[in-house]
């Protein structure tokens, strides 16, 4: 028998696991190529090497030239490659899953497609925010209206720490440079945070789309995760970095909530409150690994072993 062509894939145990890569790397006019395990980024200045099983998030801006090699190694090394705009703050497309399970997917889609555990998991995302509050008992409005006032009164808070002056969130989302200095960073500040996160939510299978708070998006789920976040990791930065007056508020933006994220293991929070969020009741450490099994659904028996003939032990009636 001839071999598969093309490279072979690693096996999963090679892999670093989503919580433990690095969170993100963002590439401009360059071309992205490969060298034996490692991504490549070449402009005039030179080459860089880049380990693509450590790497998270490959944001790819504009100016970009991929080669196919590269691709094979992202989506073989379960990094997420994420299409994006210039200075990052726009979404085209992101690539394919490091998951090998589909348990959490199905675990998300039980419980956005029924109105009891979908308000559980609201709940849930909203106790996390508010921990020393008691949010079983409140509505979505409710918990809407207190959120509201938190980030109003968050902005206010980073406002008076750094002397920016804030008036309130105003930004153009076809015109980046229109709003001033702090909107700008808060745009880019949150952008990366939704790459980030998206690369955690497609690398453990889940599907960006089904959110529980946000809905009718493709990445629904990306911003309700990401919202676990903002206050943490992308206010503070916005503010830090606009009282700066750097030349490249973009970039300075994106390194610091690089720092953020890892001084505050971010990557791994969000890949254990995604878990248990969606498998309740379980700890960490308990979770099945991902394993490449295709099993058959049999309706009264709920699962049966895939890859074999039943044609000759059952009737076809």
Request: glycine share 8%.
């Amino acid at each position: 028998m001839k071999p598969v062509p093309g490279t072979p894939p690693p096996k999963l145990n090679e892999l670093v696991r989503a919580e433990d890569r690095l969170s993100f790397l963002y590439l401009e006019r360059c071309v992205v190529h490969r060298d034996a395990n490692a991504i490549t980024a070449t402009d005039e200045r030179g080459t860089v090497h880049v380990p693509a099983a450590s790497l998270g998030a490959l944001l790819l801006g504009p100016g970009t030239s991929v080669s196919h090699q590269a691709m094979v190694l992202l989506a073989e090394s379960g990094s997420t490659a994420v299409w994006v705009g210039e200075r990052g703050v726009r979404y085209y497309a992101h690539g394919r899953s490091l998951a090998r399970s589909s348990r959490l997917l199905e675990a998300q889609a039980a419980a956005v497609t029924n109105q009891s555990s979908r308000l559980r998991v609201a709940r849930d995302m909203y106790a996390m925010r508010f921990p020393d509050e008691d949010v079983s008992a409140l509505t979505m409005q409710q918990l809407r209206g207190r959120e509201g006032a938190r980030v109003r009164r968050l902005y206010r808070e980073h406002a008076a720490r750094t002397g920016v002056e804030w008036q309130r969130r105003d930004y153009d989302v076809a015109d980046f440079a229109s709003g001033d200095a702090v909107n700008q960073a808060l745009s880019a500040a949150t952008t990366c945070l939704y790459g980030i996160v998206h690369a955690v939510v497609v690398a453990l299978g889940c599907s960006p789309g089904l959110g529980f708070v946000h809905t009718g998006h493709v990445r629904s789920f990306v911003f309700d995760i990401a919202d676990l976040y903002k206050a943490e990791v992308a206010v503070p930065v916005a503010f830090d970095v606009a009282v700066r007056e750097t030349e490249d508020l973009p970039a300075e933006t994106r390194r610091a909530v690089r720092d953020a994220v890892h001084d505050g293991a971010i990557l791994s929070r969000c890949a254990r409150d995604i878990r248990s969020l969606l498998l309740p009741g379980e700890e960490p450490d308990e979770v099945q690994p991902d394993i490449d099994v295709v099993q058959l659904w049999d309706g009264a028996r709920g699962r049966v072993a895939g890859g074999a003939s039943y044609g000759d032990d059952e009737p076809w009636w």
